[in-house]
C-alpha cells in the first residue's frame, strides 16, 4: 500500500515533530450505526432532491448552495477542522481542503499528492510563493 510508505516515509523523515496521522475530520464513522443512518439519510435526501427538482415549490425547499442540507452542516464540519487543526503547527495534508485551512489557519503546510495529480498542480500554480507550504514528492 503506497499510504502506508508515505506515512513511514514522514514519521522517519520528521520525527522532530509531535505526530499524529488521522483522516480529515467527518469523514469516518465511529460506529456502523451511525454510517448506516447517514446513508440512510442520505439516499433520502438524494430521492427527495429528485422529486422536487422539478417542482413549483422547489425555491422555497431547496436551498441554491446547500440543496437540502443544513446550512449549519457545512458551518459544523469547518468548525470541527479548525479545532483538529490547532493542535498542530505543521500539517501534512494529501486532501486539498485541509491544504487551504491550514494555510488560512497560517500553518506549516506539507502538500501531498492525492492519485490523480490535482494536489501537485494546484501546489504549482497557486501556493509555490508561500513560504510556509511545500510538496513532498516521495
Known sequence: DSGSSIFDFIKHNYSQYKMDIFDWPGMHFDSIIKKFIMERKNRFLRRSYLILKNSKIKKFIIDPCYGLESPRKGEKLFA???????????????????????????????????????????????????????????
Open 80 to 138: 470541527r477542522g479548525v479545532r483538529f487543526m490547532n493542535n498542530y503547527d505543521v500539517v501534512f495534508s494529501n486532501r486539498l481542503h485541509g491544504i487551504i485551512l491550514a494555510l488560512l489557519m497560517d500553518k506549516n503546510v506539507i502538500c501531498l499528492d492525492n492519485s490523480y495529480g490535482k494536489n501537485q498542480f494546484f501546489f504549482d500554480t497557486w501556493l509555490k510563493e508561500f513560504n510556509n507550504c511545500s510538496f513532498l514528492i516521495i
